[in-house]
């Protein structure tokens, strides 16, 4: 990535807007701090004072956008102390709080035909916060913290393989992601990895996904401190197998996947798996039959369970292979 490009060349999908702050607070009022008596509006025109907050555990690396990971960040972020191209309200979604909208970016952003470039127009007059409040936030600001998020010294230990489909960032993190660090996400991160690969279908990396994760094709992918899981590792790797064209090793692997996901009763697992195993075998006409059975108990799960994107991605399956339960 050069700098300099325009925001059009630079900005390829909406993922960026969500995690890539600028510390851009919008400042104002002339309010004399907190007196300590209450007020009708105690939010109104406040400036200076303590904010306390509590949180379930401590920041990690001094609210740094590009080195913080864990979630007790992400919504002092949101709420407080940056200002993305696109946010979101801090409720639950049943109240919105999945709907996005602009927020540096002056309205939503525009589509190329093919959906690889994304273009943002940003608002104008926007300053950073003091003592930066005379420099105008422009789009090479953008394209640095992109940069700096790609250089594997200044960001989170390696996990910026969120960004690697915009075009030119793994220019700046090239390697077999052995940088990775050897924590309690390394191995969510690899499987999150692989469940990218093969959702865009870049095998670029694919191998070096499998050979670090092959050792681990018998163990459950727990995440952190197994706050949650994404089943078995066998079950990536068939992804990869897959993206690399071995069929037969996909097969095997989603095989060994969905009978570990069914002994630990890993219902939306054994449902994903059962989906994937039904693609790679109804590509042969052999194994359309048992195709359209896993098809048909992976739609009735996901259903069960409220996975509409599962069974949309089923369906298409079932009506690309012909496939009929």
């Known amino acids: 990535m050069r700098r300099g490009v325009t925001l059009k060349r630079a900005l390829k999908v909406i993922a960026v807007v969500t995690i890539l702050g600028l510390v851009a607070a919008a400042c104002g009022g002339d309010g004399d701090g907190d007196t300590g008596q209450p007020t009708d509006s105690p939010a109104a025109n406040l400036e200076g004072g303590t904010l ?6 401590d920041v990690t690396a001094a609210f740094d956008p590009q080195k913080e990971y864990y979630s007790v960040t992400w919504e002092y972020y949101r709420c407080c102390l940056l200002r993305t191209l696109m946010s979101y309200e ?3 979604t049943d ?5 996005i909208f602009p927020d540096l970016a002056a309205e939503e952003p525009t589509q190329s035909d093919d959906e690889l470039t994304w273009t943002f127009t940003i608002k104008q007059g926007l300053m950073y916060a003091p003592p930066k409040d005379d420099t105008e936030i422009t789009a090479p600001d953008f394209i640095r913290a992109i940069e700096r998020t790609a250089n594997p010294d200044a960001n989170v230990g390696g996990y910026s393989f969120y960004y690697s489909v915009i075009e030119g960032f793994d220019d700046f993190a090239a390697g077999d992601f052995r940088g990775l660090p050897l924590d309690g996400i390394w191995l969510g991160a690899v499987g999150y990895l692989a469940e990218t690969a093969a959702a865009i279908g870049d ?3 694919a191998q070096a996904l499998h050979d670090l994760l092959e050792p681990y094709a018998d163990r459950n992918v727990a995440i952190g ?5 994404t ?3 066998a079950r990536h790797l068939g992804l990869l197998a897959d993206l690399m064209g071995d069929r037969k090793q996909a097969i095997a692997y989603f095989e060994t996947a969905l009978a570990m996901n069914e002994r630990m009763r890993a219902r939306p697992w054994v449902a994903h798996t059962q989906v994937e195993l039904a693609r790679v075998l109804s590509q042969q006409a052999a194994g359309r039959e048992r195709a359209g059975e896993l098809l048909e108990a992976g739609i009735a799960e996901a259903q069960r369970l409220g996975m509409p994107r599962l069974v949309e991605r089923a369906e298409a399956v079932r009506s690309g292979a012909a496939v009929t339960p």
């Open 52 to 57: 306390r907050m509590a949180q379930l555990a």
């Open 90 to 92: 801090g409720v639950p």
């Open 95 to 99: 109240e919105g709080g999945a709907d």
């Open 203 to 205: 095998a670029t990396h």
């Open 225 to 229: 401190w197994a706050s949650t899981c």
């Open 231 to 233: 089943g078995s590792a």
